[in-house]
Nanobody, 111 residues
Framework: QVQLVESGGGLARPGGPAKLVCSAS????????VRWYRQSPGKEREWVAS???????KYADFARGRFTISRDTAGNRVFLFMTDLKPEDTAVYYC?????WGQGTQVTVSA
C-alpha cells in the first residue's frame, strides 16, 4: 500500500514561515498531480494548493501569494512553503496524489 508521509509541522509564529514536506517511497511525484489540503478544528477539509502535470500551479485564495507548492527534481518529495503565517492557518495539513493520503502534519500558528 502506498503511503504518503507529511512532515515539517509544528509551532510557527504569526508572520513567520513554515515548510511542509510530503514524501512517498512508491510514488514518482513527477508523474502525478499532487495537492495539499488542510483541516482546522470544527471545519471541513479544504483545498490549499495543486501541482498538476501541466505545471500550472493553483492556489486557494487564502494561500495565493503566501504559499508555494513545489516538487523536487528527483520526484520523491513535494513541498509546501508557507510565509506570513496567520493564526487562521492553524490546521492539519495533508498531501495527496488524488488516490492516496497521508496522515497529516499539524501546523499551529501562535505567538
Amino acid at each position: 500500500q502506498v503511503q504518503l508521509v507529511e512532515s515539517g509541522g509544528g509551532l510557527a509564529r504569526p508572520g513567520g514561515p513554515a515548510k511542509l514536506v510530503c514524501s512517498a517511497s512508491d510514488i514518482d511525484f513527477r508523474r502525478v498531480e499532487v495537492r495539499w489540503y488542510r483541516q482546522s478544528p470544527g471545519k471541513e477539509r479544504e483545498w490549499v494548493a495543486s501541482s498538476p502535470l501541466d505545471g500550472i500551479r493553483k492556489y486557494a485564495d487564502f494561500a495565493r501569494g503566501r504559499f508555494t507548492i513545489s516538487r523536487d527534481t528527483a520526484g520523491n518529495r513535494v513541498f509546501l512553503f508557507m510565509t506570513d503565517l496567520k493564526p487562521e492557518d492553524t490546521a492539519v495539513y495533508y498531501c495527496t496524489d488524488l488516490t492516496n493520503w497521508g496522515q497529516g502534519t499539524q501546523v499551529t500558528v501562535s505567538a
